[in-house]
């Protein structure tokens, strides 16, 4: 070969090897060409199937890729999994800003990639805790972290830097007043890993005579036992996955997800594997969420349950009402998943039904009255004007009603408007319909009942303490979607969200998640 010809082909060359070398080999769009080219012969469904690119720390790895492969045959999704220690992982797809799921061994690398805004939901898998191994039987009769300190004991422990093992390690031993020590030991005469598994790997070779692991590790390795860490029973550890901003397919993304962490698909097979799974949702391929809701709560929720359903692949089923109807329902024996108050003063009677609830907004009670305010309405005495004609909530069926008849009462004028009440609805909204007919003078609603009211008629405020409903959110105790339930209420406490609920006359009560 004479002349630039032959410098030319090797340069092609070169950069041919390093192109194939390129560790973002999979398209994007989740499809490969087969092998030798023929695009032509590529099945149909495989191309069209969601492809997943997942970061899993390596001490996750044997469930997880179990899972996955069982995963791909019942839906046809293929994930590629990325192994490595937790933040090594954090790092790398920090960098690569790529990839649709970041399984961490701990849940502190999960709260990292939230606050750089990294990671969107978020499904717990499972518990661990460190403790330290040794191989079968012990045989340097190690019985304490101070064992780890004798000359003839070396001993491995994970980076800290990069492994969510080491990191936890020198929080643990640091709060224990050991870490110095141990890890000058280690250094001089032992080593530092990247990942939990070549801890592990270290002492089933005989190469140390301990090393700190998760005792999920030690459980996957039948050469090795636990010496139990005095002052870590308590210092237990979340497996936790967390679906990525970046996932180009974020429903299927929160699929596999939730597969990983159901009850009666992922847990059993960590169970098997040496985990403690937490008790995650029963599996359903499109899970429905029973929403009950006051009615007060229709405007400012409803777009925001769109979104959720869209985003999560999942089926909300909302029921709004009068919360003293709601809560009758259940009492008789109907069981949501979520009950979202139209006041606090509506979860009495229920408790025993719901995990604790959690106060999420705020809203006034008004009185609304026609443009002009032509009676000159200025309070809730006022009311009580001979031939008015009052529209108040039903004091047994709603939240609403039950509030301005306590007020009413305390301020003693409760049978004189009760002279003048013509409309006794279930609902806020039913009174607002009826005032902008014209057929009422006044009505007494929450301000968050008058959004769509606003430009036909005025708004009177109550000034009183106790005019004013508070709305929480409870997850039923034996809801089969708990954690589907917990991520929607982290919706709601966003930010789209809290605008939402603003515009429709609600203040914030809970610090935003």
């Not at 899993?56 to 469930?63: D, E, L, M, S, V």
């Not at 909300?316 to 979202?340: E, F, S």
């Not at 008015?388 to 009413?408: C, R, V």
Request: hydrophobic letters at 40%; proline letters at 5%; charged letters at 25%.
């Amino acid at each position: 070969m004479r002349g630039p010809l032959k410098p030319c082909l090797i340069s092609v060359a070169v950069v041919g090897v390093l192109i194939a070398a390129l560790p973002w080999d999979t398209p994007r769009d989740g499809r490969e060409a087969p092998a030798g080219g023929n695009e032509a012969a590529t099945d149909a469904s495989a191309s069209t199937a969601p492809r997943l690119l997942m970061y899993c720390a390596a001490g996750i790895k044997n469930p997880v890729e179990k899972l996955a492969k069982a995963y791909e045959k019942e839906y046809g999704t293929t994930v590629r999994l990325e192994y490595g220690g937790s933040g090594t992982l954090l790092s790398r797809l920090r960098v690569a800003k790529l990839g649709d799921l970041y399984l961490a061994a701990d849940a502190s690398f999960i709260e990292i990639a939230r606050a750089r805004d990294l990671v969107a939901e978020v499904v717990p898998i499972a518990i661990m805790r460190p403790v330290i191994a040794v191989r079968k039987g012990n045989p340097h009769r190690i019985a304490s972290l101070d064992d780890l300190l004798h000359e003839d004991v070396e001993t491995s422990l994970a980076n800290p830097d990069v492994a969510s093992i080491g990191k936890q390690t020198r929080i643990l031993l640091t709060r224990l007043g050991k870490w110095d020590a141990i890890e000058a030991a280690a250094t001089a005469r032992g080593v530092f890993k990247p990942t939990v598994n070549e801890v592990a790997n270290d002492v089933k070779l005989g190469a140390v005579a301990a090393g700190i692991v998760w005792d999920a590790t030690v459980n996957q390795y039948p050469e090795l036992e636990a010496v139990e860490i005095e002052g870590a029973a308590d210092f237990t550890k979340q497996v936790t996955v967390g679906v990525l901003r970046s996932a180009q397919d974020p429903r299927a993304a929160l699929h596999f997800a939730r597969y990983l962490g159901a009850r009666d698909k992922g847990a059993p097979v960590f169970e098997r594997m040496g985990f403690k799974p937490i008790r995650g949702d029963a599996w359903a391929d499109r899970p429905e969420i029973v929403y009950y809701s006051g009615a007060v709560n229709r405007t400012a929720i409803q777009e925001t349950i769109r979104d959720f359903e869209r985003r999560e692949g999942v089926r909300v089923t909302t029921v709004y009402n009068g919360c003293g109807i709601l809560v009758g329902q259940m009492k008789l024996g109907q069981r949501p998943d979520v009950y979202h108050s139209c006041d606090r003063s509506f979860m009495r009677g229920i408790e025993e039904l719901f995990d604790e609830a959690t106060p999420i907004t705020a809203t006034p009670m008004v009185i609304l009255v026609a443009r002009g305010n032509p009676h000159g309405i200025a309070r809730l005495e006022d009311l009580t004007q001979p031939g008015l004609k009052i529209g108040l909530a039903n004091e047994q069926q709603s939240a609403l009603g039950k509030l301005t008849a306590d007020l009413l009462q305390e301020l003693g004028i409760y049978d004189q408007v009760q002279r003048n009440v013509v409309a006794n609805a279930p609902t806020a909204d039913l009174l607002v319909n009826q005032i902008r007919t014209g057929s009422l003078d006044a009505v007494v609603v929450y301000e968050a009942n008058t959004s769509v009211a606003r430009e036909r008629l005025e708004l009177i405020p109550i000034n009183h303490a106790r005019a004013t409903a508070t709305q929480t959110f409870a997850i039923g105790k034996s809801s089969p979607h708990k954690q589907t339930a917990a991520r929607l209420l982290t919706v709601i406490q966003s930010a789209p969200s809290r605008q939402r609920f603003r515009q429709a006359g609600f203040n914030w009560k809970t610090t935003p998640k």
